[in-house]
């Protein structure tokens, strides 16, 4: 995001989830009045798990996408920013798999699908 201001935030999590939807986030000032339901855990009182609100999953994925940019791609551009960001929601999702089955359904979703060298550098 260019800006991480309250307007910013919440017209980013409106756009992204249903009206129904509940937000868990931990207690940054931003979010307060974010139009859905919310729940927040504060992090600066020692709480990191409040009934269903935390943010460790979500604190879990950055750390290893930001592992992966670090380790591996050393740089992604913003051009290609989304497709590495589904490329690790979808490691972090399969986690629980084992290796032969998570392989399996990385070739599953391939099949049928075409990404081109020139469709990659326009």
Do not use: C
């Amino acid at each position: 995001m260019e800006n991480a201001d309250k307007s910013t935030l919440q017209g980013f999590v409106t756009e992204n989830t249903t009206d129904d939807a509940t937000v868990y986030t931990d207690e940054a000032r931003a979010y307060i009045g974010l139009p859905r339901n919310h729940q927040a855990v504060r992090h600066s009182a020692g709480e990191h798990v409040k009934e269903q609100a935390h943010t460790n999953g979500i604190e879990s994925f950055w750390a290893m996408l930001k592992r992966g940019h670090k380790g591996t791609y050393h740089k992604v551009s913003r051009k290609h920013l989304h497709r590495y960001v589904d490329e690790f929601q979808g490691r972090h999702t399969n986690r629980p798999m084992d290796t032969d089955d998570q392989m399996a359904d990385v070739v599953k979703d391939g099949v049928g699908k075409r990404l081109r060298y020139k469709d990659l550098i326009v």
